[in-house]
């Protein structure tokens, strides 16, 4: 059974941006089809990522933490960049097409009409699941996919909870306000959650995790964010190691050899260097938080850097505010907006932007000014494919 053929009549929320597909959602329907195929324990220690922004990052960096540390080591992200199989990651490689397909196969006609009624996101958590399972992954690392209390990944049934920042993104779904997102976020604690983890959000914020947090949970709070010196990435793999030495320490792991001198590993999709020269760097900045966080590092690592921009952003997403504070920074010369393939057409009239179609692209990368690549992570592939085409 091919498994892109599969997926593809799957529905899929990351491709129709269907808020309303939430209104009535419930993990009741998912959480038996895991219990079916999964049983009602997990195997292995389990770790969930939730946050608006970070969860990527500090994602991959407790991977390779956990990896180059000797565990067997499992990571499930989203979304992907290139292929769907980049989502399901085992001691650092891809899981095969081969695999699914195989997976698919041996199921009996009622096992797979249960399959057939997930979601794609759904879909793809079950298969690590039970990829990480069969395997007796030691450490697995679920970034959650939109929120946390109706997350598919809850269902992983996380031992450690940890959270990277709180933004204002999916308001329509999550909630209004900081508060009400993240007591969202903190939704995925389960019963099996024994410890919690998080930077200093600020006295509001750190209130209310006090207040959310059951009784039990022991919390782990992060501090020593360097604002002048640092990026983004930078904080996030320093908050990533405490969060492995206090995993580690807590499991009271001794048979394995922990290395914490670690230089930090490149992420796609973050402040990733796709081309030296002319400079092309692309990092996946949605939301203004995201944005903000971006142009401070870029601060940092280049300083002097006056920027062309390609940007995009999907239908969800508060186009207008991103846009404002792009045209709005000296360090940014003009803004390619491209449209089609579900990114948004809304726009703003300013003599920075120049709305274009993505057949445009390769063109735009053909120029000498250093460009900077941001808004959605459905523009990697196409930058990818136009700076190989070269």
């Known amino acids: 059974m091919n498994a892109d053929k599969f997926l593809s009549e ?16 419930s993990l009741d329907e998912f959480s038996n089809i895991c219990t079916k195929f999964l049983g009602s324990e997990r195997k292995g220690y389990r770790i969930s990522i939730v946050g608006t922004n970070g969860k990527g990052s500090v994602s991959g960096f407790l991977n390779q933490f956990f990896f180059r540390a000797g565990f067997s080591t499992g990571l499930y992200t989203s979304p992907h960049l290139l292929t769907f199989t980049e989502r399901i990651v085992l001691n650092l490689q891809n899981i095969s097409e081969t695999y699914i397909e195989n997976w698919l196969t041996g199921l ?12 794609y996101f759904e879909f793809l958590t079950l298969l690590a699941l039970h990829y990480y399972q069969s395997e007796s992954t030691e450490i697995q690392i679920f970034e959650a996919g939109l929120g946390g209390r109706l997350d598919a990944t809850k269902l992983c049934l996380p031992n450690s909870v940890v959270l990277t920042s709180i933004g204002m993104d999916h308001v329509e779904i999550l909630g209004d306000n900081k508060k009400k997102i993240l007591r969202e976020k903190m939704g995925i604690i389960v019963p099996e959650t024994k410890y919690f983890f998080s930077p200093d959000l600020g006295e509001e914020l750190n209130s209310e995790i006090l207040e959310v947090l059951p009784e039990g949970i022991e919390l782990y709070s992060f501090e020593g964010y360097k604002p002048e010196l640092e990026t983004y990435l930078e904080f996030n793999f320093r ?37 030296e020269s002319p400079f092309v760097i692309f990092d996946n900045a949605h939301n203004l938080q995201a944005l903000e966080s971006l142009f401070h590092s870029l601060n940092v690592l280049y ?10 952003n999907m239908k969800d997403k508060n186009i207008s505010e991103n846009l404002s504070y792009l045209v709005n920074r000296p360090d940014v010369l003009r803004i390619y907006q491209v449209i089609g393939d579900n990114f948004s057409s809304d726009s703003l009239e300013n003599d920075k932007i120049g709305v274009v179609t993505q057949d445009r692209i390769s063109q735009i990368l053909s120029e000498n000014d250093p460009i900077l690549v941001t808004g959605s992570f459905r523009l990697y592939e196409r930058i990818f494919s136009s700076l190989n085409q070269d």
């Open 239 to 275: 908050f990533s190691e405490f969060i492995f030495q206090t995993i580690s320490g807590n499991l009271g792991i001794s048979r394995k050899t922990i290395q914490t001198e670690m230089k930090i590993p490149v992420i796609q999709g973050r402040l990733e260097v796709l081309r």
């Open 303 to 312: 300083p002097m850097n006056q920027w062309t921009v390609i940007f995009a």
């Open 108 to 119: 009996n006609e009622n096992s797979l009409s249960e399959v057939k009624r997930c979601s």
């Open 10 to 25: 799957l529905v899929n929320f990351e491709k129709t941006r269907n808020s309303n597909f939430f209104s009535e959602y």
